[in-house]
């Protein structure tokens, strides 16, 4: 950046020629551009005054740009030394300061932020912020472009994003790229940008545990990137593979073997190739439910991509399951955070119950406890640290139940909650129940909020703008998702999305089938919906996926063992005591 005194004739752009729109948000974001506010007061006096109290200008290109010392100083640090430094600048009235390394159009863009305290950012001038904010030392303005970029990264701009980020020396940026690509390694390793890829970082991710891919896929990408260019990749291939896990590689282990021995590679370096999946795929889903019939309890496998149950006679886990069946009907599974399973609430002849059970894992039984005060259908559970919060569900078939009560897992003891809650309606067995970042959102018909167990407060929320009775609830990402759903005797596709964030209500893409009284979970970045009652009266084993990034729902080819509704569905880490008796020995015996 050169800087020089003269006296210019050059064009002079004034300062309130690029005037935003009056809004009061702070951060307003939509798909392609975003508002931000800055921290720092706005100047709009001094944006009215006459250019000749102006001490200062800025030249890009022959074009003149006029500004105050003062305000330049108090929002850029580049500025700040400039003029509080013994710069000859400090000690002259009026300075002109040629710039050579930003063009007229983003300085004036940071210019008007500095007076503003407001700036628009957009897809196509975020990189140029991003260079402009690094050279005048506007870490503000950076942290608002790495935000930005965060929601807009897709598979076809990442790999841009994460070299351009390192290119600037942006370590969080780059992290962020790189994350985003492990997450979604199947969307952006057949990219030709990939292939670009040096051969540190495909290291960095093939060696990463989270990389969220079948290994099938990593050997395609480890040979495909070696084949973009085999003169100079040809010699990573054995270190390459090596982070392989070459024994998943079913279909084409025999192939692996050809490359190993092409290399001159020893074959039996094979056997310390490992034979457990990455992390994503050491997951399962759990699904327990009441109808149409109870039945085993019925499992996902992320890595195999089916579900399985057990189905033979001479199943040495078979029994277990069956004890796994929920011990009362109607009533509600959760998993807890110390991995055992915990049930509240049931049915007898119609009425609720109060009784509530813990699974132990040692006998392999449910265990009653303590009754809860009040009797509940069906209730929604949620656990908050060492407190498990039962909320709604029906003390009979035509009567709900309006309490919320907790238990006290050290204490083991059942307490009330009061709180100040003017309209007990909202706590009715028509509601939906969801736990994000330690508040406990309650949404019911015509009302909705959050109890924050902490102050024993209650605060309203903007209502559902579509209530469907029987609908599934999950949260991913800070949002809650209510999908699905029946209105009498028509199940519905919809899906509303709560943004905790901005507090507001977003309507997203349909589902493909129209289901109410489905289970989901979301597990490795995505939801899973499966199950549930039919617009038909019939039961469903459908299952389908959501990916909030593309907004998108598909239909998976894995379906259930049996169809299901009313189901409670729980992840679980393959490392658990729970998952290896219900998982690992159905997986022993499955093949008879």
């Given at each position: 950046m050169d800087i020089s005194m003269e006296t210019s004739t050059r064009e002079t752009i004034p300062l309130s020629s690029n005037r935003y729109p009056d809004d009061d948000t702070e951060i307003a974001l939509t798909s392609k551009s975003l508002k931000y506010k800055g921290k720092n007061e706005p100047y709009p006096n001094l944006m009215q005054l006459d250019e000749c109290t102006m001490d200062v200008s800025l030249v890009v290109n022959n074009q003149k740009l006029n500004a105050h010392k003062i305000v330049l100083a108090s929002n850029s640090a580049y500025f700040d030394r400039m003029f509080d430094s013994y710069f000859k600048e400090r000690f002259q009235d009026k300075i002109e300061i040629n710039i050579t390394d930003v063009s007229f159009e983003i300085l004036s863009t940071l210019v008007q932020f500095f007076y503003t305290s407001e700036i628009y950012i957009?897809?196509?001038?975020?990189?140029?912020?991003?260079?402009s904010s690094s050279i005048f030392l506007l870490d503000e303005v950076q942290t608002a472009c790495v935000n930005y970029i965060k929601k807009i990264i897709d598979a076809e701009n990442c790999i841009n994003m994460k070299d351009f980020a390192n290119t600037l020396g942006l370590n969080d940026l780059y992290s962020i790229c790189m994350t985003y690509i492990i997450n979604n390694f199947r969307l952006v390793a057949n990219s030709k940008e990939f292939m670009k890829t040096n051969y540190d970082e495909i290291m960095l991710l093939i060696k990463n545990d989270d990389l969220f891919a079948k290994e099938d896929m990593v050997y395609d990408v480890v040979m495909n990137w070696i084949k973009y260019d085999p003169?100079?990749?040809?010699?990573?291939?054995?270190?390459?593979?090596?982070?392989?896990?070459?024994?998943?590689?079913?279909?084409?282990?025999?192939?692996?073997?050809?490359?190993?021995?092409?290399?001159?590679?020893?074959?039996?370096?094979?056997?310390?190739?490992?034979?457990?999946?990455?992390?994503?795929f050491r997951k399962g889903i759990l699904v327990i439910?009441?109808?149409?019939?109870?039945?085993?309890?019925?499992?996902?496998?992320?890595?195999?991509?089916?579900?399985?149950?057990c189905i033979c006679e001479n199943c040495l886990c078979k029994t277990f399951q069956y004890r796994l069946l929920p011990p009362r009907t109607l009533c509600t599974v959760i998993l807890l955070d110390d991995g055992r399973l915990f049930a509240a609430g049931g049915s007898r002849y119609g009425t609720g119950m109060r009784s509530t059970y813990l699974f132990d894992l040692k006998t392999h039984k449910w265990i009653s406890f303590m009754d809860m005060h009040f009797e509940r259908l069906r209730p929604f559970i949620v656990q908050l640290g060492s407190y498990v919060y039962v909320i709604g569900g029906c003390t009979s078939e035509k009567q709900d139940a309006s309490a919320i009560e907790c238990f006290d897992l050290l204490k083991?003891?059942?307490?009330?909650?009061?709180?100040?809650?003017?309209?007990?309606?909202?706590?009715?067995n028509n509601n939906y129940v969801a736990c994000v970042k330690g508040l406990i959102y309650i949404i019911g018909i015509n009302e909705a909020g959050y109890y924050d167990s902490h102050n024993h407060k209650w605060k309203y929320i903007d209502p559902i703008p579509e209530f469907n009775t029987g609908s599934a609830v999950c949260t991913l990402n800070g949002n809650i998702y209510i999908i699905g759903g029946q209105r009498l005797e028509n199940c519905y596709k919809s899906v509303w999305a709560y943004c905790t964030l901005t507090e507001e209500w977003v309507s997203l893409s349909e589902l493909n089938y129209a289901r109410s009284f489905s289970g989901a979970v979301a597990m490795n970045g995505n939801i899973y919906v499966f199950g549930g009652k039919m617009m038909n009266t019939t039961y469903s084993n459908t299952f389908e996926i959501y990916d909030p990034h593309d907004n998108k729902w598909v239909i998976s080819h894995a379906y259930m063992k049996k169809d299901r509704c009313h189901i409670d569905a729980m992840v679980i880490e393959k490392n658990s005591e729970l998952f290896k008796k219900v998982f690992e020995e159905a997986t022993n015996t499955i093949i008879h």
């Amino acid at each position: 950046m050169d800087i020089s005194m003269e006296t210019s004739t050059r064009e002079t752009i004034p300062l309130s020629s690029n005037r935003y729109p009056d809004d009061d948000t702070e951060i307003a974001l939509t798909s392609k551009s975003l508002k931000y506010k800055g921290k720092n007061e706005p100047y709009p006096n001094l944006m009215q005054l006459d250019e000749c109290t102006m001490d200062v200008s800025l030249v890009v290109n022959n074009q003149k740009l006029n500004a105050h010392k003062i305000v330049l100083a108090s929002n850029s640090a580049y500025f700040d030394r400039m003029f509080d430094s013994y710069f000859k600048e400090r000690f002259q009235d009026k300075i002109e300061i040629n710039i050579t390394d930003v063009s007229f159009e983003i300085l004036s863009t940071l210019v008007q932020f500095f007076y503003t305290s407001e700036i628009y950012i957009t897809e196509n001038n975020v990189q140029d912020l991003l260079i402009s904010s690094s050279i005048f030392l506007l870490d503000e303005v950076q942290t608002a472009c790495v935000n930005y970029i965060k929601k807009i990264i897709d598979a076809e701009n990442c790999i841009n994003m994460k070299d351009f980020a390192n290119t600037l020396g942006l370590n969080d940026l780059y992290s962020i790229c790189m994350t985003y690509i492990i997450n979604n390694f199947r969307l952006v390793a057949n990219s030709k940008e990939f292939m670009k890829t040096n051969y540190d970082e495909i290291m960095l991710l093939i060696k990463n545990d989270d990389l969220f891919a079948k290994e099938d896929m990593v050997y395609d990408v480890v040979m495909n990137w070696i084949k973009y260019d085999p003169a100079t990749r040809s010699k990573y291939s054995s270190e390459l593979l090596w982070y392989v896990r070459l024994p998943l590689v079913l279909n084409t282990y025999q192939g692996v073997i050809k490359v190993h021995e092409y290399q001159g590679a020893k074959i039996n370096e094979l056997s310390s190739f490992r034979m457990e999946h990455r992390r994503p795929f050491r997951k399962g889903i759990l699904v327990i439910s009441h109808y149409p019939f109870e039945s085993t309890p019925e499992w996902y496998d992320a890595a195999y991509d089916q579900w399985q149950n057990c189905i033979c006679e001479n199943c040495l886990c078979k029994t277990f399951q069956y004890r796994l069946l929920p011990p009362r009907t109607l009533c509600t599974v959760i998993l807890l955070d110390d991995g055992r399973l915990f049930a509240a609430g049931g049915s007898r002849y119609g009425t609720g119950m109060r009784s509530t059970y813990l699974f132990d894992l040692k006998t392999h039984k449910w265990i009653s406890f303590m009754d809860m005060h009040f009797e509940r259908l069906r209730p929604f559970i949620v656990q908050l640290g060492s407190y498990v919060y039962v909320i709604g569900g029906c003390t009979s078939e035509k009567q709900d139940a309006s309490a919320i009560e907790c238990f006290d897992l050290l204490k083991k003891q059942w307490f009330v909650i009061n709180c100040e809650i003017d309209l007990i309606e909202t706590f009715k067995n028509n509601n939906y129940v969801a736990c994000v970042k330690g508040l406990i959102y309650i949404i019911g018909i015509n009302e909705a909020g959050y109890y924050d167990s902490h102050n024993h407060k209650w605060k309203y929320i903007d209502p559902i703008p579509e209530f469907n009775t029987g609908s599934a609830v999950c949260t991913l990402n800070g949002n809650i998702y209510i999908i699905g759903g029946q209105r009498l005797e028509n199940c519905y596709k919809s899906v509303w999305a709560y943004c905790t964030l901005t507090e507001e209500w977003v309507s997203l893409s349909e589902l493909n089938y129209a289901r109410s009284f489905s289970g989901a979970v979301a597990m490795n970045g995505n939801i899973y919906v499966f199950g549930g009652k039919m617009m038909n009266t019939t039961y469903s084993n459908t299952f389908e996926i959501y990916d909030p990034h593309d907004n998108k729902w598909v239909i998976s080819h894995a379906y259930m063992k049996k169809d299901r509704c009313h189901i409670d569905a729980m992840v679980i880490e393959k490392n658990s005591e729970l998952f290896k008796k219900v998982f690992e020995e159905a997986t022993n015996t499955i093949i008879h």
